[in-house]
């Protein structure tokens, strides 16, 4: 690429959303002097009897979690989305409302408390792979949900109120927001073009080899072009795949591959329990075909400089657009220098 985009600033188009995101390489010279947050290298014990995600232990609800050995998935204590929510609307003028439905769930990915996704091994992390397809297919299935998110908050500072590793399901009656954008940018480049917006987005990524973190057989770890967040990272599958039920042979193996490498190599960035919201975005439930869309997981992690120093997203990018100070291209010669 021009050594412009490593040197002035500019604007890059995500094309997923088709909104622009503000990069600002000169401004990473400049000396910080804002706030540090306390590094936190605690050896976490491999069972809390504090913890409410431990196997065994009482949940706050007064239930308690079996003795499970490797995965458990249970209804959220604290949904934020009600199954039986009546079907109400609201149209007062301006003030516009309608009801929501869905289920929530979580799923804790070991027994093991002390552990995160970058601890475990890949074949540990495709029985999480294979649970999710399970949650997919059997919430998906039900009249009230069309969309299935899957996502985990990783480490105090996303908001994450338990260290032991697990992650969220929800599921619901509509799409939101980013969703929405997503769906609405790859139907329409696939009506025009007759083939998949991230398929030939990866293809123009493998032949320039810049962004490029890790790929396997199946899978490409890569730092998207457009990306916001200091470290952001996406996995996508090579092969056009709507939604997890689409992976095929050792595919879902192949996937939890990539996620190991990704995580693993973050906890070297800073040399610490590396923070971080991940998602994965694929086809709705709504029973349609899908075609357009090809899944794809995002991590978004905020630290900025060091394991002290994070991004926060204030005063412009409230206000105006995203904005970020280290090139896409930066952060993957540090990311892939970290892969052993």
Not at 91 to 120: N, T
Not at 151 to 167: L, R
Not at 302 to 328: C, H, N, W
Request: with cysteine.
């Amino acid at each position: 690429m021009t050594t412009d985009l490593q040197d002035y600033s500019h604007k890059r188009l995500n094309i997923l959303t088709g909104e622009w995101v503000l990069v600002s390489p000169h401004r990473a010279k400049r000396p910080w002097q804002g706030q540090n947050e306390a590094v936190s290298n605690e050896k976490r014990p491999t069972y809390d009897p504090k913890c409410y995600l431990c196997a065994g232990n009482t949940r706050i609800n007064g239930e308690q979690n079996p003795k499970y050995e490797d995965i458990y998935i249970f209804t959220n204590d604290f949904a934020a989305l009600q199954s039986d929510s009546p079907s109400f609307s609201v149209e007062d003028g301006l003030l516009v409302a309608q009801s929501e439905q869905g289920i929530c769930k979580v799923i804790c990915f070991s027994p093991d408390h002390s552990k995160s996704l970058a601890d475990m091994e890949p074949k540990d992390i495709e029985k999480v792979v294979q649970a999710w397809q399970h949650e997919y297919k059997t919430l998906g299935e039900k009249d009230l949900i069309n969309y299935v998110q899957i996502f985990e908050n990783k480490g105090a500072v996303m908001g994450c109120s338990n260290p032991h590793p697990h992650g969220q399901i929800w599921s619901q009656s509509t799409l939101p927001n980013e969703v929405d954008k997503k769906n609405t940018q790859q139907l329409n480049y696939f009506n025009k073009h007759k083939s998949s917006l991230l398929g030939d987005y990866l293809t123009q990524e493998l032949e320039k080899q810049e962004r490029i973190i890790y790929e396997n057989d199946a899978f490409v770890v890569l730092v998207p072009f457009w990306a916001v967040w200091p470290f952001e990272a996406m996995i996508v599958p090579k092969q056009h795949r709507r939604h997890l039920l689409d992976l095929e042979n050792n595919e879902p193996f192949l996937f939890a591959e990539a996620i190991s490498v990704l995580t693993k190599a973050y906890d070297k960035i800073f040399n610490t329990s590396f923070p971080y919201s991940s998602g994965i975005h694929q086809a709705p439930t709504n029973g349609e075909d899908n075609t357009h869309w090809h899944m794809h997981m995002s991590f978004y992690p905020p630290l900025l400089r060091s394991a002290t120093v994070k991004k926060f997203m204030v005063g412009y990018e409230m206000f105006g657009s995203p904005q970020r100070d280290i090139t896409a291209e930066s952060a993957v010669k540090m990311i892939k220098a970290l892969i052993a």
